[in-house]
């Protein structure tokens, strides 16, 4: 297998599942600026999207969107438990990965991204993020995952969230939240991850 990714994109969440299910795939960094490849490659032509991630099967095959490659690699993957069984768990874990992707991911971005996005919607993107931090704080309160143990959804939320702090986005007024992000950057998977990309030592 093979992730095109960006560092610290919402690849970074397919990035850590990868290596939370043991997989062995390769890694092909994207410029999003330039949509070049390193080695001077149109990353359209290989993605007409443009974006990350994409996760390019063994078959050859080439898929995007992060809540369903995530759900592959789980799938995929079953001994690790990062999806749970199909009459349990994972109902809990599919709700979180959609809440991630609708209510974070997208509220995020591109809104907080680009600089000609107007202060009104500015002010209203990061009012709805922090009710959202909210209660996600609330919940990991009572809870140190999203659903049991470890999951996809945990490498999406715990993608997305940090770009709060790319963005200087407060999360002091989220204690629970703060630690949440704190644990599972110290999951050994997750460090691998992110030293990979250059974003830890």
């Not at 109902?91 to 000609?116: A, G, N, R, Y």
Request: glycine share 4%; charged share 25%.
């Amino acid at each position: 297998m093979k992730l095109y990714y960006s560092p610290g994109a919402c690849s970074l969440a397919v990035h850590i599942a990868l290596r939370e299910a043991g997989a062995k795939f390769d890694l092909t960094k994207v410029d999003l600026a330039t949509h070049r490849l390193a080695d001077g490659s149109d990353y359209f032509e290989i993605s007409p999207r443009g974006y990350v991630p994409m996760l390019e099967l063994d078959d050859g095959s080439r898929h995007t969107e992060v809540a369903a490659l995530l759900q592959h690699v789980a799938e995929s993957a079953s001994r690790a438990n990062l999806l749970g069984e199909a009459n349990g768990r994972r109902f809990e874990i599919l709700q979180w990965l959609t809440f991630v992707s609708t209510e974070l991911h997208k509220t995020f971005s591109p809104w907080l991204w680009h600089k000609d996005t107007a202060d009104s919607t500015r002010t209203a993107v990061k009012d709805k993020l922090a009710a959202r931090f909210a209660e996600l704080d609330r919940h990991l309160a009572a809870h140190e995952h999203l659903a049991g143990d470890f999951s996809v959804a945990d490498a999406y939320c715990f993608t997305i969230v940090n770009w709060a702090n790319l963005l200087a986005l407060p999360l002091k007024p989220y204690p629970n939240l703060q630690a949440y992000l704190t644990r599972l950057a110290s999951r050994p998977h997750v460090r691998d991850a992110l030293v990979a990309e250059g974003l830890a030592r």
